[in-house]
């Protein structure tokens, strides 16, 4: 069974310092793993993948196979940062469908 | 290029009516995931649509059904609505089935049961 864990509702930062977003996973197989961002009266939109290995915003997350994590990285928290995101992982399978398995989201509130 | 749309924006019914969504995919795109987003929760996959064929389906009930249309937009049937129903429904869009592929969201219907 796929799961994914996001262990804080809500991270509270000021402006300037660091963030992560943490993200623990369960999947048998070789997982694809995103961050997924709403910002406020938008709709839910990628942020990256690890498949990429980027750098989206200043944010990156790397993927951490033996501790089965995907943290979302920022080294100094921007206000428009604020928002709430969400880890999610599918399969790798090609042709298998790639439904999406997210967290129950972390709120980042950036405060000046 | 239009991005995904979904219809009605809000909706509100009473228990043990049926409700239909609908969601138009974004151009080129050819599979569509439908996701239930209960308040305080991540979306959780309901099911997903490939060149009008389901290719797979989360945990709902069989009264949660769907279709894909040839234009390979898409609708999301409720049957029997009961009140855990009530949550936001999201739709997704993405070019095909590789699990890496980007999905696009549309920005919800709100569904309401009293």
């Known amino acids: 069974a796929q799961r994914v864990t996001q262990p804080e509702k809500l991270l509270s930062v000021f402006k300037g310092a660091p963030v992560e977003l943490k993200c623990n996973y369960s999947?048998?197989?070789?997982?694809?793993l995103f961050w997924y961002v709403q910002y406020s009266r938008q709709r839910l939109q990628l942020l990256l993948r690890?498949?990429s290995r980027e750098s989206i915003k200043g944010f990156t997350a790397d993927l951490n196979k033996g501790e089965t994590s995907f943290h979302l990285k920022k080294p100094f928290a921007q206000e428009e940062d604020s928002a709430m995101y969400y880890c999610?992982?599918?399969?790798?399978?090609?042709?298998?469908?790639?439904?999406?398995?997210f967290g129950t989201g972390t709120q980042l509130k950036v405060e000046l | 290029e239009t991005g995904v749309t979904q219809s009605p924006t809000h909706l509100i019914k009473t228990r043990g009516q049926q409700v239909t969504l609908r969601c138009s995919s974004q151009?080129?795109?050819?599979?569509v995931s439908w996701y239930q987003q209960a308040l305080g929760q991540g979306p959780q996959f309901i099911f997903q649509?490939?060149?009008?064929?389901?290719?797979g389906r989360g945990n709902f009930p069989p009264r949660f059904s769907g279709l894909q249309f040839p234009n390979y937009s898409s609708e999301l049937n409720v049957n029997a609505l009961e009140l855990d129903d009530s949550a936001l429904y999201l739709c997704?869009?993405?070019?095909?089935?590789?699990?890496?592929?980007?999905?696009?969201f549309g920005p919800g219907t709100r569904l309401t049961v009293l």
């Open positions: 997704a869009s993405s070019t095909g089935l590789a699990g890496r592929d980007e999905q696009f």
């Open positions: 999947y048998s197989g070789s997982p694809e």
């Open positions: 690890h498949i």
């Open positions: 999610a992982l599918s399969g790798r399978r090609t042709g298998g469908g790639n439904k999406l398995t």
């Open positions: 151009s080129g795109h050819n599979t």
């Open positions: 649509y490939y060149r009008e064929e389901e290719n």
